[in-house]
């Protein structure tokens, strides 16, 4: 039996809306907004934007969550541990969050992500159908 901190980090969907007027910059809460689009029920939504909320914010002060916190934050994030591993393995699917020196970090990775794939849209849009 393998353990749900060890599953594999397999790549995470994300939903993309093509009406401008979803458009996550145009949102009340653009961070929220994002986190619809790669959870699809709002509790683990909200979750999910606190737990970046706390990687941030630990970061920022140089004290990283360590993975070993993995109990704190269940009870920080009122969540049982399977859900936190899903909801954690989901972000770093996307590349929200990195591991390193067993610590949560915030990761560059969706952001260049996003830059790599951003002609792709831009040569496919200008193309006709």
């Known amino acids: ?12 969907t994300i939903v993309v ?3 401008s ?6 949102s009340r809460d653009p961070y929220y907004t994002l986190m619809r689009r790669i959870f ?18 630990r970061q920022a002060a140089g004290s990283a969550i360590r993975t070993d ?9 009122q969540i049982g541990r399977a859900s936190f591993y899903a909801m954690r393995n989901k972000l770093l699917g996307a590349g ?6 067993k610590e949560y970090r ?8 996003l830059l790599d794939m951003a002609p792709l849209v831009v040569d496919r849009s200008s193309q006709p159908a």
């Open 1 to 12: 039996m393998s353990l749900v901190k060890n599953a594999p980090r397999t790549a995470t």
């Open 17 to 19: 809306r093509s009406d």
């Open 21 to 26: 007027n979803s458009r996550i910059s145009h």
């Open 40 to 57: 699809q029920e709002d509790a683990t939504a909200v979750r999910g934007q606190k737990f970046l909320t706390l990687v941030e914010e």
């Open 69 to 77: 916190e993995w109990k704190n934050l269940l009870e920080e994030l």
């Open 96 to 101: 929200l969050i990195s591991i390193k020196d």
């Open 106 to 113: 915030l990761s560059g990775q969706f952001s260049k992500d």
